[in-house]
């Protein structure tokens, strides 16, 4: 893509999460595939913490990040706590 030309870009979000026997495990979700001219663009999605069946959450360091064209440009990490620790206070 040109400097200053509109371009094909795919925007997507990482998740690295716990699992029960401590290792990590990384799940890569699209966003948004499309035309975007030069600039900055907004990057937004929701996410679950609810334990489901086919998935749960343990506590631990976990990370997010945002990937644009498979390149990862930032993440943010965050400690989730063990549910029954704030269930009781």
Same mark, same amino acid.
């Given at each position: 893509?040109?400097?200053? $030309?509109? /371009? *094909?870009?795919? =925007?997507?979000?990482? &998740?690295? @999460? *716990?699992?029960?026997?401590?290792? =990590?495990? &990384? ?6 595939? !499309? @035309?975007? !001219?030069?600039?900055?663009?907004? +990057?937004?999605?929701?996410? $679950?913490?609810? !334990? ?7 506590? /631990?360091?976990? =990370?997010?990040?945002?990937? +644009? *064209? ?11 706590? !063990?549910?029954?620790? +704030?269930? /009781?206070?």
């Amino acid at each position: 893509m040109r400097a200053g $030309s509109r /371009g *094909n870009s795919r =925007q997507g979000c990482g &998740t690295s @999460r *716990n699992k029960a026997r401590g290792k =990590q495990s &990384t799940k890569i979700f699209q966003i948004k595939e !499309d @035309r975007f !001219d030069p600039g900055k663009h907004p +990057v937004g999605r929701k996410y $679950s913490f609810r !334990d489901l069946s086919t998935r749960k959450h343990h506590p /631990g360091r976990h =990370q997010i990040s945002i990937i +644009v *064209n498979g390149v990862e440009k930032a993440t943010a990490s965050f400690e989730l706590l !063990d549910r029954t620790v +704030v269930e /009781g206070e």
